[in-house]
Structure formats: C-alpha cells, structure tokens
C-alpha cells in the first residue's frame, strides 16, 4: 500500500469546514483513498472512499486531484463531536493483503 | 446492538500471564481483522481471517501471540506469557466482502501488563 501524508494536528471553528489534506503521491492506479477517524477511546470509524472522482455522503466530502496525488476530506459545519484522529489510507479495493495500514493521523482540535 | 463487541473491555495482568480477548464480529460479515494500538500510533494490522480462514498474519504477531475463528463467527486473541510491551488497545474490526476497506470497528480491549 501506497504511503500518505498528512499534517500532525489542525484547528478549526465550529461551525466552518474543516479541510483535512492528504498526499500520497506514489498512489498506484488502482489503489483507493479511503478515510477514518477515531474520537478519544473510541475504534476507528469509517468515513469516506474514493477511486478518483470527488465522492460526498452524509459525513463528509472527498476531493481527489485530478492525478490523484494529492486530497482533502472536507466536513461541511464542523461540530465539537469532529474533534478527532484523522486517518487518510491508500489501498487496493478488495485486495489480497488486506490490512489497512493506519499511519499516525491529523489530530483535529474543533474550537468553540 | 449489532456493531462489533469485545470483551473484556479492559484486563490488567502481571507479566508472564496468559490474556485472552474475544471478538464478536457484526453478523454478517465474513471479515475479521485485528490491530493493536499504543499510545500516540495509529492502529497496527496484527492479522485477519475471511471465515475461519486465518489468511494474513503480521510479523508484529509473535509465537506468543494466537488467534482463532473457529466456526468463521467470534474469534479470540490470545497471548501468552505477556510482556510489558504487550500493553496496548487491542482493537477488533470487521467487514463485508462486498466492502473489505469498510472496516467497521469494535471499542477495543485495553490491556495493562504490570
């Protein structure tokens, strides 16, 4: 699996959008970018995938460059309950080595 | 409740006992992966079944570490003559073969060698 990027730790309003960035500039084709997050003493939870069109559900928007080297997950109206680790994964959809490789995150602070 | 469950949720234990965790996986799903996480690191893939099929083992996972799924439902981690450095949140996941990157996580069981 590919290696990403991601800033240590951000801070954002509530109320405005956070805009979590992510580069994996050595994504092969057909590796998806995948994100989680993981509120204090929680498991991870999924959020959001994409292969390289813009994908947007109930939590969250994914922005994927158009070389794909680069994205950025956008939450809308940040709330306090946002304030999270933010993992950005780069993997193959369904492949044989499965184990999503969790780096070390964004640590999203959300103020009041 | 039909997410993932495990138990205990925490265990301390003196170095040199066995510890075994139990993972019960959302029913559906024939995927089941363990990680472990310490403090500060995000969670490491130790390794994962497809049924009862224990298909990728991590070299994080060492002889003294085992885990089963023995009738491709609940599955338990064991480890054997702890160490200190086993303390960490043991995290369980599962997840459909439809959606195998669509992990879907348990609370984890913290496990404190003294």
Known sequence: DAKTTQPTSMDCAEGRAAN?????????GNEYVYWYRQIHSQGPQYIIHG????????????????DRKSSTLILPHATLRDTAV?????RVAGGGADGLTFGKGTHLIIQP | DTGVSQ????????????????????????RLYWYRQTLGQGPEFLTYFQNEAQLEKSRLLSDR?????????????EIQRTEQGDSAMYLCASSSLRATGELFFGE???????
């Open chain 2, 108 to 114: 984890g069981s913290r496990l404190t060698v003294l």
């Open chain 1, 86 to 90: 933010y993992y950005c994964i780069v």
């Open chain 2, 65 to 77: 570490f085992s885990a089963e799924r023995p009738k491709g439902s609940f599955s338990t981690l």
């Open chain 1, 20 to 28: 979590l960035p992510c580069n994996h500039s050595t994504i092969s």
């Open chain 1, 51 to 66: 292969l390289k069109n813009n994908e947007t559900n109930e939590m969250a928007s994914l922005i994927i460059t158009e």
């Open chain 2, 7 to 30: 138990d205990p949720r925490h265990k301390i234990t003196k170095r040199g006992q066995n510890v075994t965790f139990r993972c019960d996986p959302i029913s559906e799903h024939n």
